[in-house]
């Protein structure tokens, strides 16, 4: 069994942008008390591999919570580039590219910005990105067939570390970013890629959990998980974004 643990990087130095996926900024002083909630939270948590963005509010996020230990860095992360929307408003993109913009906004896996990335490329980064994590984790698809859950959807309870680590369970976090992370969402649990904005919330430092068992392709995760930031709220509000 996999357990994905997935994040979004924390606060990053400029926030009052839409679209600014290739911005490569560095996180703000709450940024990294962001990261630092999340890294208190999983202090007792056993995780055996930590994988970022190359983007450096994503990697000082990781490597706050890696509190020493090794962060891996792969390419496939990295945000969605929006080509020459980077860096603007959407009151901006619309004074430039409105047609543009409103088909972007009815199906955002099929268009492109002008010279950037679609949610269908993204998507194809986050699939490979899936197959080379699950044969490392799991096995080749043809390895696979190892004993499954009888009932893969019903509740655990509460499972001691040692019992998760005598049963061969793995944990991975990936840290990355808001936009990718939700159509890594969709590309996991087989949901069109267009639906990634509607679908899916992604708030700074969540965390997010899937799970994979043994013969599970990359889209059919469950989904354990999604996006708490109990970490973030005080006492007496309300634990979720």
């Not at 996180?27 to 983007?55: C, F, H, K, W, Y």
């Not at 949610?119 to 899936?130: E, I, N, P, Q, T």
């Amino acid at each position: 069994m996999l357990n994905l643990l997935l994040t979004r990087h924390g606060q990053a130095v400029t926030e009052d942008v839409m679209l600014g996926g290739q911005l490569d900024l560095r996180l703000t002083n709450e940024g990294r008390q962001e990261a630092e909630a999340l890294a208190r939270r999983l202090a007792g948590v056993r995780i055996d591999r930590i994988v970022s963005s190359p983007m450096l509010r994503a990697l000082e996020t990781a490597q706050a919570i890696a509190t020493g230990r090794p962060v891996e860095v792969d390419e496939r992360l990295r945000e969605l580039d929006y080509g020459r929307w980077e860096n603007l408003t959407y009151a901006e993109i619309d004074a430039r590219d409105p047609d543009l913009r409103n088909r972007w906004e009815h199906d955002p896996a099929a268009t492109h910005p002008p010279g950037g990335e679609s949610g269908d490329d993204v998507a194809g980064r986050g699939m490979s990105f899936l197959v080379d994590l699950l044969e490392a984790e799991l096995g080749a698809p043809d390895e696979r067939n190892g004993r499954r859950s009888p009932d893969p959807g019903g509740s655990r309870g509460a499972v001691t570390e040692s019992a998760a680590e005598a049963q061969g369970e793995r944990r991975v976090l990936v840290v990355a970013h808001g936009t990718y992370n939700r159509i890594l969402l969709c590309v996991a649990m087989g949901i069109p890629i267009r639906d990634y904005r509607r679908r899916f919330i992604q708030d700074r430092t969540n965390l997010t959990v899937l799970r994979y068992e043994r013969g599970d392709a990359p889209d059919e995760a469950q989904l354990i998980l999604a996006n708490d930031v109990a970490h973030l709220r005080a006492d007496g509000e309300a634990p979720w974004g």
